[in-house]
């Protein structure tokens, strides 16, 4: 079992920039990718980014270049560094977590990029 707590989340103003953390906890021996989705109302859940253990990553085209997804592995963790903020990136965000082959789910941490 994987537990996934997101923080981070928050209010900004278009163009700035938030930092999303992801900790993984719980009985498991190693986590293969770690990845982010978000969920805007009415909208079905989409990928954001994911990263794979040993440090390769994929993004939507939707976000590349202006964020960045990162992990630590030694404190089971990962990061979502968001830039260039749009008002369309305002969505609930979630951490995702493939472990022996088993899919994982955090509750969810909102942003909100508006002026």
């Known amino acids: 079992q994987v537990q996934l707590v997101e923080s981070g989340g928050g209010l900004v103003q278009p163009g700035g920039s938030l930092r999303l953390s992801c900790a993984a906890s719980g009985n498991f021996s190693s986590i293969l990718i770690m990845g982010w989705y978000r969920q805007a109302p009415g909208n079905q859940r989409e990928f954001v980014a994911m990263?794979?253990?040993?440090?390769?990553?994929h993004y939507a085209d939707s976000v590349k270049g202006r964020f960045t997804a990162s992990r630590d592995n030694d404190r089971n963790m990962e990061f979502l560094q968001m830039n260039s903020l749009k008002p369309e990136d305002t969505a609930v965000y979630y951490c995702?977590?493939?472990?022996?082959?088993?899919?994982?789910w955090g509750r969810g941490t909102q942003v909100t990029v508006s002026s």
């Open positions: 995702n977590a493939v472990s022996a082959g088993r899919g994982y």
């Open positions: 990263v794979y253990s040993n440090g390769l990553t």
